[in-house]
């Protein structure tokens, strides 16, 4: 009897509501810590949109002009840029005045000279009849109205130079990632947009894990002449 209540007293003293409060906090801690220490998943954009190797596989030179159609916040194009060097161009285009603004807030921040801002409409880039050598339309395709795809990747070929391409990146359909799943376009309708529009398709990269990577180009004035 004597000795159960020796026993009773002792642990009554062990957990008192101190040193409860004091246990959780260790174990909360060490779980943060076993959770700090575990590898992270891949969740940074660059990871798999491997934006280096993609700017790398446009094949731009020093002195080429490419249009990043859609630009959004300029994920593209200051990569654009540096690869089009202070004597190529890079024009970003957006329907979004907002997300221009940051591009061109951005630009001016830096003194870049080579990035110009267009602003431009559902169906038409603004751009010039064959002033680019290229076009980018990187995830933008899925934003325009299906009825209104057509027009769109018409108006960016007629900008295409003879000769020059069109690069799209785009949701695979059944791509592992959150975004966009109600509205991913079929790698087979993209080449039926870009055959409509004149295009041949010249090559594809399959590196990307959540993406296409299609390589379109125009045909050159002997070819189109036939
Ligand atoms: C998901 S963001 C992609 C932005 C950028 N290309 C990138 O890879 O980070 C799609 C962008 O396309 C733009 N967009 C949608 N329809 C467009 C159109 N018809 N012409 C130009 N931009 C368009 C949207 O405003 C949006 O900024």
Redesign the pocket.
């Known amino acids: 009897m004597a000795d159960k209540t020796i026993t009773r007293r002792t642990s009554a003293r062990t957990f008192t509501p101190r040193r409860r409060i004091g246990i959780i906090l260790v174990v909360a801690a060490l779980g943060s810590l076993c959770l700090a220490a575990a590898p992270k998943k891949k969740t940074s954009r660059d990871q798999w ?1 491997q934006p280096a190797r993609v700017v790398a596989d446009l094949g731009l030179k020093d002195g080429s002009v490419i249009a ?9 194009t200051f990569r654009l840029g540096k690869a089009v060097g202070e004597k190529g161009k890079v024009f970003a ?4 005045a907002k ?1 221009l603004k940051a591009v061109a807030d951005k630009v001016k921040k830096q003194n870049l000279t080579n990035i110009e801002t267009v602003i ?4 038409d ?1 603004k751009l010039a009849p064959a002033s680019v050598d290229a076009a ?5 395709l899925h ?2 109205p299906k009825d ?1 795809r057509a027009a ?1 990747t018409k108006n960016i070929v007629r900008a295409i130079r003879p000769g020059g391409f069109l690069f799209i ?1 785009g949701w695979r359909s059944k791509a592992k990632i959150k975004h966009d799943i109600n509205r991913r376009i079929p790698r087979q309708d993209l080449l039926k947009l870009a055959a409509d529009a004149g295009l041949t398709l010249d090559g594809e990269f399959y590196y990307l894990e959540h993406q296409v990577f299609l390589r379109f180009r125009k045909p050159t004035k002997a070819a189109a002449a036939g």
């Open positions: 949109q990043d159609v859609g630009c959004g916040s300029g994920y593209f285009t957006e329907i979004s997300s431009s409409e559902p169906t880039t980018l339309l990187c995830n933008v934003h325009v209104k769109l990146v």
